[in-house]
Nanobody, 118 residues
Framework: QVQLVESGGGLVQPGGSLRLSCTAS????????VGWYRQVPGKQRELVAS??????NYGDFVKGRFTISTDNAENTIYLQMHSLQPDDTAVYYC?????????????WGQGTQVTVSS
């Protein structure tokens, strides 16, 4: 079983920054991909950033403001966010996927609330 534990969310003013952390219960190297998604009530969960097979992808709305990174020694995935705007308000979820035999399994964290407001 894989556990993903997020932290770092909170209230920030427009234009501010936050760094989200996600610590996995096993090595990052066990995963074929890791990433961050976000969701607001009434909308589908959307990709924020992902890292898989050496490729990094960001949602179109990121526009260079966010950076995904990993600390393999600490089994931690980070999302550094700058220039936050009220539209970035959402619950942010950590995601990881790995193969168990030939089956690809998805894992999600519990979510951390990010609120951008003055």
């Amino acid at each position: 079983q894989v556990q993903l534990v997020e932290s770092g969310g909170g209230l920030v003013q427009p234009g501010g920054s936050l760094r989200l952390s996600c610590t996995a219960s096993r090595s990052i190297f066990d995963f074929v991909g890791v990433g961050w998604y976000r969701q607001v009530p009434g909308k589908q969960r959307e990709l924020v950033a992902s890292s898989s097979d050496g490729m990094i992808n960001y949602g179109d709305f990121v526009k260079g403001r966010f950076t995904i990174s990993t600390d393999n020694a600490e089994n931690t995935i980070y999302l550094q966010m700058h220039s936050l705007q009220p539209d970035d308000t959402a619950v942010y979820y950590c995601h990881a996927k790995r193969y168990i035999s030939v089956q690809l399994r998805d894992y999600w964290g519990q979510g951390t609330q990010v609120t951008v407001s003055s």
